[in-house]
Every structure is written in structure tokens, then in C-alpha cells.
């Protein structure tokens, strides 16, 4: 049986990634304090990997782009009515990878912005009103919850499609292929354009430095 490459590397190396970095960030913010650096870190790594996602999503490989798997009520409509197969997304997959983007980056963007006043702070702690900083870490502490109700969701939906309809969702975005009887062989990438690729990596790298070091307004304190 033939199979065909649908999802590129870079995608397949962000998705999981991310996957990491998640379950790292859960396990270092449960862990009161003693690894807050790495969970720092962590959260710079997945500032990067969303800077990354966010560009590749307009000029990455065919099924990585955005435009490829808008989620549109005429197609969630459609889909619900009569599931079909998608060489990439299908709409309700969509609808979580843009939902999960849009928690991921509301979780990490607020990140920069707090303060745990007993052990670290965000690069830009400081710089915004108490009462801003304060929504930041209602929403910051809060926002994983939504985040991990998400991600069930996700590998629930991931489970029903591999248990009930015998689709293994896991393995193309482990291989990057699926095999002819999921996709047609003009719904294949011809390669992961990974010069392109590394590119964006490298300019995403030295953005987050800069995000993150370089441009960090230096808050002075004031002792009394």
C-alpha cells in the first residue's frame, strides 16, 4: 500500500514540541516553586514554538497553512451532517487546533506580564498597572485549566477516531504520511521545505531573545 507525505516536519516537530513543553509547564507549576526557572524557560521555548506555528501557517507546506483548514460554519455544518475524510485537518479538528492555539498563547503572552512575589517574575512584570497585572494572573493561573480540558478533549476525539472508525490519527503526525486509502495522491507535498523552515526558526530564535532579554524594560524597585 502506498502512502503519501501529508503533514511536513516542521509541523510534526511543533506538535509535538508543544506537546513536551506542555506537560513540562504542568509539571514544573505543580512543583511550588522549586523548578520556577525551567517553567520560565519552558514558557519562552513555547513563545517560539507559537511565533513559529503562527508563520508557518501562511507559508509552510499545503496542509500546514491556515487557509487550507478554516473551519467555516458551512463546512462544520457539512461535516457534521456527513463526515467525510480530509487529507489534513477536518473541521472539528480545526476548530481545536485554533482554539488550542488561541489558549496557548493567551497562557504564555500573560506569562510575561506576572509575578509569583515569592520567587521569580516575568521579564515585563512591572510594567503594567496593578490592576492589569493583576487580570494577568487571574488569567494566567486560571487558563491552564482551559488548556488541560482542552487537550482531553482532543485525545479523546484522537481515541474515538482510532477505536471506532479505525483511523490512527497518531501515526501521520509521527511519519508524516497516510496511506492511499485516506488521501489521494494529489493531496500529497512533494517535501517539509525544511531550508524554509529553518529559517523562520533561526529569525523566530532572535525574536524571542530580544522579546525576552533584550527588550526587557529593566523595573527599577524602590526600597524604604
Given at each position: 500500500?502506498?502512502?503519501?507525505?501529508?503533514?511536513?516536519?516542521?509541523?510534526?516537530?511543533?506538535?509535538?514540541?508543544?506537546?513536551?513543553?506542555?506537560?513540562?509547564?504542568?509539571?514544573?507549576?505543580?512543583?511550588?516553586?522549586?523548578?520556577?526557572?525551567?517553567?520560565?524557560?519552558?514558557?519562552?521555548?513555547?513563545?517560539?514554538?507559537?511565533?513559529?506555528?503562527?508563520?508557518?501557517?501562511?507559508?509552510?507546506?499545503?496542509?500546514?497553512?491556515?487557509?487550507?483548514?478554516?473551519?467555516?460554519?458551512?463546512?462544520?455544518?457539512?461535516?457534521?451532517?456527513?463526515?467525510?475524510?480530509?487529507?489534513?485537518?477536518?473541521?472539528?479538528?480545526?476548530?481545536?487546533?485554533?482554539?488550542?492555539?488561541?489558549?496557548?498563547?493567551?497562557?504564555?503572552?500573560?506569562?510575561?506580564?506576572?509575578?509569583?512575589?515569592?520567587?521569580?517574575?516575568?521579564?515585563?512584570?512591572?510594567?503594567l498597572?496593578?490592576?492589569?497585572?493583576?487580570?494577568?494572573?487571574?488569567?494566567?493561573?486560571?487558563?491552564?485549566?482551559?488548556?488541560?480540558?482542552?487537550?482531553?478533549?482532543?485525545?479523546?476525539?484522537?481515541a474515538?477516531?482510532?477505536?471506532?472508525k479505525?483511523?490512527?490519527?497518531?501515526?501521520?503526525?509521527?511519519?508524516?504520511?497516510?496511506?492511499?486509502?485516506?488521501?489521494?495522491?494529489?493531496?500529497?507535498?512533494?517535501?517539509?521545505?525544511?531550508?524554509?523552515?529553518?529559517?523562520?526558526?533561526?529569525?523566530?530564535?532572535?525574536?524571542?531573545?530580544?522579546?525576552?532579554?533584550?527588550?526587557?524594560?529593566?523595573?527599577?524597585e524602590f526600597?524604604?
Amino acid at each position: 500500500m502506498k502512502h503519501y507525505l501529508i503533514w511536513d516536519l516542521p509541523t510534526r516537530i511543533f506538535h509535538w514540541g508543544l506537546v513536551l513543553c506542555l506537560l513540562g509547564l504542568w509539571y514544573t507549576a505543580e512543583s511550588e516553586g522549586e523548578y520556577i526557572d525551567l517553567h520560565m524557560k519552558l514558557g519562552y521555548v513555547v513563545i517560539g514554538l507559537l511565533c513559529f506555528r503562527l508563520i508557518w501557517g501562511i507559508i509552510g507546506t499545503r496542509h500546514a497553512r491556515f487557509m487550507s483548514f478554516v473551519p467555516t460554519p458551512t463546512k462544520i455544518k457539512a461535516y457534521v451532517k456527513r463526515p467525510s475524510d480530509y487529507p489534513g485537518h477536518n473541521p472539528l479538528g480545526a476548530l481545536m487546533v485554533f482554539a488550542l492555539l488561541a489558549l496557548v498563547l493567551v497562557q504564555a503572552s500573560t506569562g510575561l506580564f506576572i509575578d509569583d512575589d515569592i520567587f521569580s517574575a516575568g521579564p515585563y512584570n512591572g510594567v503594567l498597572s496593578s490592576s492589569l497585572e493583576s487580570l494577568m494572573n487571574t488569567i494566567h493561573h486560571n487558563g491552564f485549566d482551559l488548556i488541560l480540558i482542552a487537550a482531553a478533549i482532543h485525545i479523546l476525539a484522537v481515541a474515538y477516531y482510532w477505536r471506532v472508525k479505525g483511523k490512527n490519527l497518531v501515526k501521520p503526525m509521527l511519519t508524516g504520511k497516510k496511506s492511499e486509502k485516506d488521501v489521494r495522491s494529489d493531496d500529497a507535498i512533494n517535501h517539509s521545505k525544511l531550508l524554509i523552515a529553518l529559517f523562520v526558526a533561526v529569525v523566530v530564535a532572535l525574536f524571542v531573545y530580544w522579546l525576552v532579554v533584550l527588550n526587557a524594560p529593566v523595573v527599577e524597585e524602590f526600597y524604604y
